[in-house]
């Protein structure tokens, strides 16, 4: 009898080990999982899926967003290959207020300024990037700015009086020189410009055209990258600006300016990102490596240097 009791005991407390056991197992997950980034997003509104997605993200993106109330665009915005954190909240205040707009428009034009009027908001542009300065309808030069080392270019490379900075005439005359080798001919037909100049040129546009068509083809004084001496508009011996595009010497520019360090500034259909219509002629000097790279990514420079030389 004593030994059936024992036994009794000793079953009821072996009970009583597995179930403290047990509860100890799934308090404890219960605590860690109250505590983790799960359970937190969970109380935040996020459905399994973004919760998925979300935790896949690097540490300081998932910090961001625990640290947020509950956002149907946050996901989505972050996602985008050229979301920048700083900018997150003018992302959401612009994609609340237009709706129909894609994510990655959102994101590109919130990165280049342009959810804003042209020349709403200007600043001077950053001069430290020497190559590699922005200058467009919100980023401008002062009126006496001019580089200090423009150099005359040959009548082999460009029309009468034309100046260039001396590392863009040295990298041009090799494009030249090499397009040349093919039987083609790329001359320069504008290069440097002073500020008086396109304070002329653009006040013309204005007076016959009215001022939105001047400032749909031309810059306003400051803000013209002819005046950086970084900038050339090209054309053959006998072609216009208006068919330079259906030249060989485009097509070969398409694909080999990058190699020279040039890019083609205002492309097709980034209208709203450049702040400029469609000019086949009009290349950039950026250097090689930058110009590469603009090349394979299929951007504009407005987009290459919020991403890569702003943020």
Known sequence: MERIKNKKVIIIIAVVLVVLIIGTIIGFKTYNYLKS????????????????????????????????EYNE???PLFQEKYFILSNLNKYLNYKDKNKKVDYNEV???????????????????????????????????????????????????????????????EAFKKLVKTAKLENLTIVANS??????????????????????YADNYAARPGYSEHQTGLSIDVSTLSSTMDNFEQTEEFNWLQEHAHEYGFILRYPKDKEHITGYKYES????????????KIHE??????????????K
């Open 73 to 75: 665009h946050i996901i």
């Open 281 to 292: 002629w009009h290349y950039r000097y950026v250097g090689i490596e930058t110009a590469t």
């Open 37 to 68: 980034n799960k359970y937190k997003l969970k109380k935040l509104g996020y459905n399994e899926k973004e919760i998925s997605t979300v935790l896949k993200m690097d540490k300081e993106k998932l910090e961001t967003i625990l640290s947020l």
């Open 297 to 310: 990514l299929g951007i504009t420079f407005d987009e290459y240097y919020a991403y890569f030389l702003e």
């Open 191 to 212: 290069t440097f410009r002073t500020y008086e100049y396109q304070n002329g040129l653009y006040n013309r546009y204005k007076n016959d055209y009215g001022k939105e």
């Open 107 to 169: 994101v590109t034009l919130i990165n280049v300024g342009a959810d804003k009027d042209w020349y709403e908001e200007p600043i001077k542009t950053d001069m430290s990037k020497e190559y590699l300065i922005l200058v467009n309808k919100y980023n401008y030069l002062e009126e006496g700015y001019k580089p200090d080392d423009l150099v005359n270019m040959g009548l082999q490379f460009a029309f009468q009086g034309k100046q260039i900075r001396s590392e863009v005439y």
